[in-house]
């Protein structure tokens, strides 16, 4: 089984729609998690930081729940410009990336 | 500033050759990494360097040899490379590892083809 798992997608959905990414994650012992954003041909960037129960940046909110062991990133109000790979990552020691979820915004 | 910088962008290498991938970052992190990512697939690490120290090699083949010269600097050196080599090479840096929280910071990469 995979240390962290995630839905692959694609996701394709209209602008201005809300949409959900998951992730699940086996290590107990992960501490942190993140999301971080990859464009095509490009570098991961960070995106959010998860450190607790949550945090929200403008259209983006994430979610850890440790209890059940996954963490989830909302976007809301979705834009164009949102079109990439999301990948989740939890540190446990080092940095386990799940495999990422394209998304697409269609116009 | 949070920038990672790496050189080259792209590289075209026969399987007999030697060549280097650099990294380098100023933003005092004292943890340094490689990661290995084919195309759709996630990042892979390959090496950690704390202190400028390797902390950790992820059983990467003996033809991939990082160094690191100094806090700032990341080399990987390639010599005898295989052609399912070729991939996008990631250099990332952190504060320290072993912190929870930890965030990672990734350069550009370079693309990597090796015939």
């Known amino acids: 089984r995979k240390e962290v798992e995630q839905d692959p997608g694609p996701f394709n959905v209209p602008e201005g729609a809300t949409v959900a990414f998951n992730c699940t994650y086996s290590n107990s012992a992960s501490q942190s998690f993140f999301w971080y954003r990859q464009d095509c041909r490009k570098e991961p960037k960070l995106l959010m930081s998860v450190y607790s129960s949550g945090n929200e940046d403008g259209r983006f909110t994430a979610q850890l729940n440790r209890a059940s062991q996954y963490i989830s990133l909302l976007i809301r109000d979705s834009k164009l410009s949102d079109s990439a790979t999301y990948l989740c990552?939890?540190?446990?020691?080092?940095?386990?990336f799940g495999s990422g979820t394209q998304l697409t915004v269609l116009p | 500033d949070t920038e990672v910088t790496q050189t080259p962008k792209h590289l075209v290498m026969g399987m007999t050759n030697k060549k280097s991938l650099k990294c380098e970052q100023h933003?005092?992190?004292?943890?340094m990494y490689w990661y290995k990512q084919k195309a759709k697939k996630p990042p892979e690490l390959m090496f950690v360097?704390?202190?400028?120290?390797?902390?950790i090699n992820e059983s990467v083949p003996s033809r991939f040899s990082p160094e690191c010269p100094n806090s700032s600097l990341l080399n990987l050196h390639l010599h005898a490379l295989q052609p399912e080599d070729s991939a996008l090479y990631l250099c990332?840096?952190?504060?320290?590892?072993?912190?929870?929280?930890?965030?990672?910071?990734f350069g550009p990469g370079t693309r990597l083809l090796v015939l």
């Open positions: 933003m005092g992190h004292r943890a």
């Open positions: 990552a939890g540190f446990g020691g080092q940095l386990t």
């Open positions: 360097y704390s202190y400028e120290k390797l902390s």
């Open positions: 990332a840096s952190s504060q320290m590892i072993g912190r929870a929280g930890e965030t990672q910071y």
